[in-house]
């Protein structure tokens, strides 16, 4: 399997508005994704990573 490219979640989501003019639902999709997103992005990667010890771009291919 080859390995993922790792350059942080490309999905997130920002917001340029007042926090308390903002609907939750939309306040609720943003955290969905922007930690959600990330936390299940770090569970699928970091036990490959542990797996064959690769813990930097610069690592040597194992």
Request: aromatic share 8%.
């Amino acid at each position: 399997m080859a390995a993922p490219l790792l350059e942080g979640n490309p999905q997130a989501v920002r917001t340029v508005r007042a926090f308390e003019a903002a609907p939750m639902d939309y306040v609720r999709k943003l955290f969905d994704t922007n930690t959600f997103g990330t936390m299940a992005m770090v569970q699928a990667v970091i036990p490959q990573m542990r797996a064959r010890r690769a813990w930097s771009s610069t690592s040597p291919p194992a």
